[in-house]
């Protein structure tokens, strides 16, 4: 595996939506049955981009998300690839229903590739800043569920998701985010990829937080603690291989996401983990709370999910567990 | 060929036969079963047997044919009588019709379009069908193909707010190659539609959206052919046929009540439910007989 890591130290921001739009626009060139639709955010999710260069197969149901999952679902029976985008809030709590009946429980190529998903979403307030997401898609059976930890992984992401049938939700926030990757060739849907070697401890994490707890392993190795860093892009398969190991290998498993600590990632590594290889596991994400305005890195910081964060509940770990 | 109204008699005739065939599969499927909903199958039965044996195109050997018109039963309780068309169709054996609703069998409670042959969606939860239909129909649309796309719904389910979504979407995106039906038997569980949710005036409603609006006793099979032709041909535009039905049409019993909404009959209803089906079926039948010698008979 090709795993290289650009420079942390000089940053270059890029957003997922824009490689979404892009990947889009690339698979629209290739595959005539590639088919978007958007709920009057066409701009906000960057799918207007498709819409210009193949207004034939571009329809914005306008404010009507329900409408749109049903729609989607109709043009998969046609063999339609369908791509359905709006905020990760509308996409999954607007539109459960429809998504559980019309296009989970009938298994139709429907992507619903979210974005503006986690409390990074900023000024627009809880309202807006879905958090539950991740726990009401993999709860679906048939579903899968993917969050890109990067630009470069989006674009993957999607290709790969395109080329499988059945539905798929991906998740993706508002907020430019740190390029991570030179490459994804590797990218397999459903197998974690272990970004860091570490023996203390293991940083599970899914999405662009995978910035913060690449700051937060080097804030631990600067304690000497060496944390293994394993980065969940598929939440849902998860890689119980991986998980499984990091718990035998490592004895502690800090969960990372900006998701509600409830049946989000924390949830299902708690889950594959209990079964098979018991260790103890610490949640970082946001509590059983709404969030509020504020700036993206403000939020992140008070709501707990930082850098800092993280790296204090890995030592909060290691401590309790020399008891 | 000689006799244009003989053959147009004869084909209502034969459809009348058949819905009573379709009628009697409900019965026999939910009685077997001991749980469904044989209310507002029997009083879509008309309509589907009209659709599925004339006005569709489609191919029950080979259910993925690309052209083929698509049905979305949108109210899904109503699947005993989508099933009796389709096995009488040839999409799976009748025989099938008696394991409604068991274990290990594949017609389940309500259509799943993963188990059951001809069924084009899953559906159970109210008010998603429209929605699919405008998918379909777009689908349609993107791929220039010539196939319709019929979506039955049971009055009460447009209480629901999405299918107003899907009726706004369909006008915007001028889907005339989408016709829904409404089954407007009047009856909802809680009780009379208008009692529990006002749906009057629904043809105003409808016509104010911008569709087209066909209005129709559900039970003439006659009226219902005229629909589905008239509708197939206007052009830019959905058409929605309001079919005005009883509920539990034609058993006696259930006739118009909200007592066999979702309910088996009992071995004595279903018993009686079943005479008076035959006799009906017997009557039909004799009807059809009589025609026939009085139309060949020299002058």
Known sequence: MNLKLLNQNETRLMNL??????????????????????????????????????PNRFFDFGIGE??????????????KTV?????????????????????????LSVKIVATHAGISVGGDGASHQMLEDIALMRVLPNMRVIAPADATMTRVAIYKISEEKGPFYVRMGRADSPLIFESCDWFEIGKAVQIKDGEDITLVVTGPLLSEVLKAQELLKKEKISARVLLIHTIKPIDKEAVINASRETGGIITCEEHSIINGLGSAVAE????????????VGIGDVFGESGG?????????????????????LLKERKK | MENPTRDLERLYEDLEIK?????????????SAGSGHPGGSLSVADVLTALYFHEMRHDPKNPGWEDRDRLVLSKGHAAPALYAVLAEAGYFPVKELKNLRKMGHFLQGHPCMLRVPGVEMSTGSLGQGLSVGVGMALAGKIDGKSYRVFVVMGDGETHEGQVWE???????????????????????????????????????????????????????????LEALYRASRFREKPTMIIAHTLKGKGVSFMQGTLSFHGKAPSKEQYEKAMSELNLAEMFYKLRSKNNESQAVKPK
């Not at chain 1, 709006?86 to 999954?92: G, K, L, P």
């Not at chain 1, 993206?296 to 909060?316: C, N, R, V």
């Not at chain 2, 819905?19 to 009685?31: F, L, N, P, Q, T």
Request: proline share 4%; with cysteine; charged share 20%.
């Open chain 2, 166 to 224: 899907a009726a706004s979407a369909a006008v915007h995106f001028k889907l005339d190659n989408l016709i829904g039906i409404i089954d407007r038997n009047g009856l909802q569980i809680d009780g009379p539609t208008e009692e529990i949710m006002t749906l009057e005036p629904i043809r105003k409603r409808w016509k104010a959206v911008g569709w087209k609006i066909i209005e129709i006793d559900g039970h003439q099979i006659p009226q219902i």
């Open chain 1, 66 to 79: 329900a409408n749109m999952m049903g729609a989607a679902a109709g043009l998969a029976t046609c063999g």
């Open chain 1, 272 to 283: 594959a983990v209990s079964e098979e290889a018991p260790c103890q596991i610490k949640r």
């Open chain 1, 296 to 316: 993206p890195s403000e939020l992140m910081s008070k709501y707990g999910i930082d850098s800092s964060h993280i790296a204090q509940a890995a030592k909060t």
């Open chain 2, 19 to 31: 819905a009573v065939k379709i009628r009697k599969h409900i019965i026999e499927s939910i009685y």
């Open chain 1, 83 to 107: 791509f359905a985008s709006t905020f990760a809030v509308f996409a999954t709590g607007r539109s459960y229903d429809q998504i559980r009946q019309s296009i989970a429980y009938p298994n």
């Open chain 1, 17 to 54: 939506r824009d490689a979404y739009s892009a990947a889009l626009i690339e698979l629209g060139m290739k595959n005539p049955n590639i088919v978007v639709l958007d709920a009057d955010l066409a701009l906000s999710t960057k799918t207007k981009r498709f819409a210009t260069q193949f």
